[in-house]
């Protein structure tokens, strides 16, 4: 991927966003869809399994989920300010040793991730042009779950999809959002041998699915 995705990843997701969605999380917890996410997986048994959480931002989904015995977590993102606040906070609760930071596109340093037992992407494919390489690439890291959240695609989420681009081009920020076909991503991953065991909606904007990998 060129510096076109992750240039742009930095200037949309920096510092300034990084501090202010922190703030938010500590004073009224997770967004609704992350948290639908988080009480999926929480239903699950995931005592001592490690997590891989792609673009995971600030960093709510290990955050939430570390009450729960995960013994490693991962993070990779295209932002330094986002990469900057997860790691202060995790410093702050004394849990550093149970996480690394890589920083960049995922896609491009994916040969120097190692295959995890849960990996989520949380309103993370709707920042990549190439949703194809992006799932197929995080897909082979998974060992047991797979979880995701990105847009509904109705006319709605891609008038508002339209709107935020022409602000960014206005901007002449290089990042882009998309909505991907649904049935594309779903397909996708049953391909590669998981099977649907949660599936939501809010109300207009996100889905949400959590997927297992089927036994072999
Ligand atoms: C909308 S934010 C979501 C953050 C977090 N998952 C959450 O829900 O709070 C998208 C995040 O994905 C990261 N990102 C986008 N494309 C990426 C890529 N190709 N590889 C790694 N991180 C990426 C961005 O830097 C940003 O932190």
Same mark, same amino acid.
């Given at each position: 991927?060129?510096?076109?995705?992750?240039?742009?990843?930095?200037?949309?997701?920096?510092?300034?966003?990084?501090?202010?969605?922190?703030?938010?999380?500590?004073k009224?917890?997770?967004?609704?869809?992350?948290?639908?996410?988080?009480?999926?997986?929480?239903?699950?048994d995931?005592?001592?399994?490690?997590?891989?959480d792609?673009?995971?931002?600030?960093?709510?989904?290990?955050?939430?989920l570390?009450?729960?015995?995960?013994?490693?977590?991962?993070?990779?993102?295209?932002?330094?300010g986002?990469?900057?606040?997860?790691?202060? $906070? /995790?410093? #702050?609760?004394? %849990? @550093?040793?149970?996480?690394? +930071?890589?920083?960049?596109?995922?896609?491009?340093?994916?040969?120097?991730?190692e295959?995890?037992?849960?990996?989520?992407?949380?309103?993370?494919?709707?920042?990549?042009?190439?949703?194809? $390489? /992006?799932? #197929?690439?995080? %897909? @082979?890291?998974?060992?047991? +779950?797979?979880?995701?959240?990105?847009?509904?695609?109705?006319?709605?989420?891609?008038?508002?999809?339209?709107?935020?681009?022409?602000?960014?081009?206005?901007?002449?920020?290089?990042?882009?959002?998309?909505?991907?076909?649904?049935?594309?991503?779903?397909?996708?991953?049953?391909?590669?041998?998981?099977?649907?065991?949660?599936?939501?909606?809010?109300?207009?904007?996100?889905?949400?699915?959590?997927?297992?990998?089927?036994?072999?």
């Amino acid at each position: 991927m060129s510096c076109q995705h992750c240039c742009g990843a930095n200037l949309q997701f920096d510092i300034d966003n990084a501090n202010n969605d922190l703030k938010r999380y500590l004073k009224k917890g997770p967004k609704k869809m992350t948290r639908m996410l988080v009480d999926a997986l929480k239903k699950e048994d995931i005592k001592n399994l490690s997590l891989l959480d792609i673009g995971g931002g600030i960093g709510p989904i290990p955050l939430e989920l570390i009450s729960k015995g995960l013994q490693k977590i991962t993070d990779v993102d295209a932002s330094q300010g986002y990469i900057s606040v997860a790691t202060a $906070e /995790l410093k #702050k609760r004394k %849990l @550093s040793h149970l996480a690394n +930071y890589h920083l960049g596109d995922f896609v491009a340093l994916s040969n120097q991730i190692e295959t995890h037992d849960i990996v989520t992407l949380d309103k993370v494919i709707c920042c990549y042009p190439d949703v194809h $390489e /992006l799932l #197929k690439t995080s %897909l @082979s890291k998974a060992n047991q +779950y797979y979880g995701l959240v990105y847009p509904q695609a109705h006319i709605l989420s891609r008038i508002v999809v339209g709107f935020l681009n022409f602000k960014l081009k206005l901007k002449k920020n290089p990042f882009r959002t998309f909505i991907h076909d649904p049935k594309l991503v779903h397909d996708t991953i049953t391909s590669a041998g998981f099977q649907k065991i949660y599936s939501g909606k809010t109300l207009l904007s996100w889905q949400i699915h959590l997927y297992k990998k089927e036994a072999s």
